[in-house]
Structures are given as C-alpha cells and as structure tokens.
Nanobody, 122 residues
Framework: QVQLVESGGGLVQAGGSLRLSCAAS????????VGWFRQAPGKEREFVSA????????YYTDSVKGRFTISRDNVKNTVYLQMNNLKPEDTAVYYC???????????????WGPGTQVTVSS
C-alpha cells in the first residue's frame, strides 16, 4: 500500500504561483507513474498532469500547458506540480495519485491522496 499526502495548496491571486507536493509513505513511488487531478465545486474530477517513474514522459491537460510543470524526486519520494500564472478557473481541490499503468492519462490509478485546496482569486 502507498499512502500519498498533498501539500502546498492555498490562496493566491490570479497570475501568482504555487508549488504542490505529493509525498509518499509506506511504500515508495518506485515503478509508479504519478498524476495530478483536480475537482472544482460542482464539477467532475479531471486529469491535470502526470509523470512517469523515470520522469521521461509527462502529460498535461490543454488548459495548463505552458503554465504547469510536473516533476519528481524519487530519492525524496515526492512529486511536484509547479503552477504558474494561475487563473481563477484553476480553483479546485488537487489530488495526486499513483498508477502502475503505462498510459498515465488513462489509469486506472491505484492510490490517492486526500487532496489540497487551491484557490485563485481575481
């Protein structure tokens, strides 16, 4: 079992930046791809970004391309999501998740964190 905990969320004005972290405990991220998802109030959860185990493959949903960057430090068992030029529509609870599947934009994802709130004001 892998336990995931997100951190780094908070309140930020439009145009600002946040860096989210996803830390693993229990088991490491070894062999797992990690994705970030978000869910805004009244909306379904959506895929945001993902990174393969070695960090070679990355994926981004169109709405965050050029603004968000995903990375990982396997020594620290941590995956990051650097979010720049934030927009009000980025407001959501952000979740990280781990999968052993190759297609990181499809999943399924096996383990999920509890989420961290990101609120972007205009």
């Amino acid at each position: 079992q892998v336990q995931l905990v997100e951190s780094g969320g908070g309140l930020v004005q439009a145009g600002g930046s946040l860096r989210l972290s996803c830390a693993a405990s229990g088991r490491t991220f070894s062999g797992y791809g990690v994705g970030w998802f978000r869910q805004a109030p009244g909306k379904e959860r959506e895929f945001v970004s993902a990174v393969s185990w070695r960090g070679i493959r990355t994926y981004y949903t169109d709405s965050v391309k050029g603004r968000f960057t995903i990375s990982r430090d396997n020594v620290k068992n941590t995956v990051y999501l650097q979010m720049n030029n934030l927009k009000p529509e980025d407001t959501a609870v952000y979740y990280c998740a781990a999968t052993t599947r190759y297609d990181l934009d499809k999943g399924p994802y096996d383990y999920w964190g509890p989420g961290t709130q990101v609120t972007v004001s205009s």
